[in-house]
Structures are given as C-alpha cells and as structure tokens.
C-alpha cells in the first residue's frame, strides 16, 4: 500500500500548507501583536478540530482489504506456480538437448539446429511470460490500491458529516505524526465502520 500513502501524504502536504496560509491571514492581529486561534463549538475535537488515522492498522484490520490480498496472492502463488513449472520444463529440456549433441545423437546438424532454434523460442516465450504476470500483478495491485484509497475516502466523507472535523490525516509509523494524544486517533472508529459497510459476496 506505498502507492497509497505516497499520494495521500502528498494532499496532506498541500492540506497543511494551506491550513497555514488560512490561520496566518484570517486571524487579525491584536494590539500586542499576537493572535487568537478560535473555534466554534460544534468542532469535534476540544482543542483542535483534527483526527488521525493509522494506515498500518487500519489495513490490518479491513476486511475488504485482507480479503482482496488474500484474493491476490492466491492469484499470484498460482501465476507463479505455472511459471515454475514451465521452467523446469524448459531446463530438463535443455539438458537433454546438450546430451544429445554431447552423444552425437542428432541425425544431421540441421536437425540439431532446429532443435536449438526451437529452445532459444522457447526462453524467450519464459522471459516474456514472466514479464506479462509481472505486470498483470502490478495492475492488479493498483487497482486494489485504488478501491481501498476510494472506500477509506467515502468512509470518511460520511464519517465527517457528523464528527465535524476541520482536517483529517493518514500516519503510517512515524511519517506524519510524530506525537499526538489518542483522543485524535480516529482509526478504531473507521475500521469498524468500513468493515460495518463491507459485503464480502458484493466484492467478488
């Protein structure tokens, strides 16, 4: 899910700076020169009107998202498997191929060169069988990537028409968040609420 995170973190770049500029030109000065930073309050949070999620957990604990993995490694250990297979197929190939011209066993050299055209196709059809699931993988990991990205947005969305937050944010480790109090870490809530709204049969 790096692909995720790299996007969010880049709109919670823009979010940030925005949030910035916001404070520092609508608050108006005091004769002292400093600035009051207020809240209605119908805000979410006592102090500030933000919220964290933890991505790491939220994921671990996602249904759609286990589920869907699951779903692709299954696809992928078998993609791999057929690979494999036709691998050892070409090596066992292959060693018979150089006994035979160690022994002599070819009746013309035409016939040995055919057989070495024939192998040389055959690798090259392994090289490109391996790219064509390499990247049938990574398509399918984007577009999982994507549905995930899309469900935790809406979840949010809805989540926020009564939490009322001003800002929401996604941490992974320490990449975002170095400290905060846990009355911002809004990712129980979220996880159950997707999970509330997840349907295993629809998602097939």
């Not at 990991?141 to 949010?156: E, G, M, T």
Request: contains cysteine; neutral net charge; proline residues 1%.
């Amino acid at each position: 899910m790096k692909n995720i995170s790299y996007v969010i973190n880049g709109v919670l770049a823009v979010a940030i700076i925005v949030l910035f500029v916001l404070f520092f030109t609508s608050n108006k000065k005091d004769g002292d020169g400093s600035a009051a930073l207020t809240f209605s309050g119908g805000d979410s949070a006592s102090v500030l009107p933000l919220a964290y999620v933890n991505l790491d957990s939220l994921l671990l604990h996602y249904n759609l998202y286990k589920d869907a993995n699951d779903a692709l490694m299954k696809k992928s250990n078998s993609a791999n498997a057929t690979l494999n297979q036709k691998q050892r197929q070409f090596e066992t190939e292959v060693a018979d191929f150089q006994k035979k011209v160690q022994n002599n066993a070819f009746l013309s050299q035409e016939r040995a060169q055919q057989e070495s055209v024939r192998l040389q196709k055959m690798e090259g059809d392994l090289h490109a069988l391996a790219q064509k699931l390499q990247e049938d993988y990574l398509k399918e990991q984007a577009k999982l990537n994507s549905q995930i990205a899309d469900s935790v947005r809406l979840c949010l969305k809805d989540y926020n028409k009564t939490a009322n937050y001003q800002m929401i944010f996604t941490n992974t480790g320490m990449d975002n968040i170095l400290l905060a109090k846990d009355s911002y870490d809004i990712t129980q809530q979220i996880s159950k609420l997707l999970n509330s709204r997840y349907k295993p049969e629809a998602s097939k």
